[in-house]
């Protein structure tokens, strides 16, 4: 228990002790993180390492928004899980971890897709707020949440053996629109997915963002607000780059024009004008193939992912050569593109149609929808 004159059990104060020590932190430092707040969305790569350091530092309250299964393919990266989690809900995984490393704390789970009609009430909570989405999107909702809401955001992501972090929407500080005032056009970026990642670069910025918010909530230090921290992890360098607050941002600028949060999947050009009407689920695909006129499936992913898992008969062509590739496809025949989750697969019916295919559809979910529904024992990744 603790005593009159400390807020610290005597767990908490042998647990602490190495930052009890610390001149810059002691036990005011320590005792503003045990009344400190940090929401972390992603319980992935980057919020793994985040909220393992949030979790052991002492902030006594741990959010983490995820709605998201564990599978075997997230364990290289996201080591806040393990074979044991597989199939369970991130959030569960998260508390269940977090929870035996350090009981003395409170965590919070958020088992719900981050919108614009939740995200206010869910940051209203907490006092600092961790990203560690893989979206445009959803980098752009916290975003503007945070801004809206008056919380510091701690930024990260990654690209192959790349990262970047920074601390926006403080007190005259730059916030994610200053740096990036547009999303980039889709399906320029590649996923995790497609592209690859090392599993230990989401370690390191992770870890930076944890480090960031912990010296936030303590009132230590000074923030990444203004800089750019950017990292080469095959050349182990790394480069800051000074971002400025825009005046004109729409946002946080002198005259901002976003005052509610928006329709974010509309603002970053990810919503097909094709229509729901122009998906398959996996179950209508299994009764069509086995029909009198069965389409044809086109895989438009990477050669690297055909060799995981692929529906037998497929015919793979790459979304980024299917532009040169089209005179190998019957255009009168009905034609399913398909990818790992649906996002290729509806830009591959898009050029499709426009190319004057009639009949295609895209297979909803992806090859990962087949694998959990029609066909349990194949490979998810």
């Known amino acids: 228990m603790s005593t009159p004159d400390s807020p610290f059990t005597q767990r908490e104060m042998m647990r602490y002790a190495r930052q009890f020590t610390l001149p810059e932190l002691g036990a ?12 972390v969305i992603g319980a992935g790569g980057l919020g793994s390492p985040a909220l393992l350091y949030l979790a052991s530092a002492g902030v006594g309250t741990v959010g983490v928004v995820d709605f998201d299964n564990v599978e075997r393919s997230n364990l290289h990266r996201q080591v806040l899980h393990g074979e044991s989690s597989l199939g369970q809900p991130k959030v569960a995984s998260a508390a269940e971890r977090l929870s035996d490393l350090n009981p003395d704390i409170t965590v919070t789970t958020h088992d719900v897709r981050l919108t614009s009609e939740n995200a206010l009430g869910i940051l209203a909570n907490y006092d600092v707020i961790v990203d560690g989405s893989d979206n445009f999107p959803t980098r752009y909702l916290v975003n503007d949440a945070c801004v809206l809401s008056g919380k510091p955001l701690v930024y990260a992501a990654i690209f192959r053996f790349e990262g ?40 390191v910025l992770g870890s930076i963002q944890a480090l960031e918010a912990i010296k936030l909530v303590a009132g230590i230090g000074s923030s990444l607000s203004g800089r750019l921290l950017v990292f080469d992890a095959l050349r182990l360098r790394f480069r800051e780059l000074a971002i400025e607050r825009d005046p004109g941002c729409p946002v946080c600028g002198e005259n901002p024009s976003v005052r509610e949060l928006v329709d974010y999947e509309a603002f970053c050009g990810l919503e097909s004008g094709a229509g729901q009407e122009a998906e398959i689920s996996a179950q209508e695909l299994a009764a069509s193939l086995e029909g009198s006129a069965p389409p044809v499936v086109l895989d438009v992913r990477e050669p690297h992912e055909w060799e995981i ?26 034609i399913v593109t398909m990818c790992h989750k649906g996002t290729r697969s509806m830009r591959a019916l898009e050029l499709l149609r426009a190319a004057g295919f009639a009949d295609v559809r895209s297979l909803r979910g992806g090859v990962d929808a087949w694998a959990r529904d029609v066909a349990p024992g194949l490979p998810r990744y």
């Open 28 to 39: 005011e430092g320590q005792a503003r993180l045990k009344q400190g707040r940090v929401l």
């Open 164 to 203: 970047q972090a920074a601390v926006f929407a403080q007190p005259d500080g730059p916030c994610y629109r200053c740096l990036y005032p547009e999303p980039p056009p889709p399906g320029l970026v590649p996923t995790c997915a497609e592209a690859g990642v090392l599993g230990v670069l989401p370690g």
């Open 309 to 334: 898992v692929a529906l037998e008969g497929a015919t793979l062509i790459p979304l980024g050569t299917l532009p040169a590739r089209l005179g190998e496809l019957d255009p009168a025949r009905p």
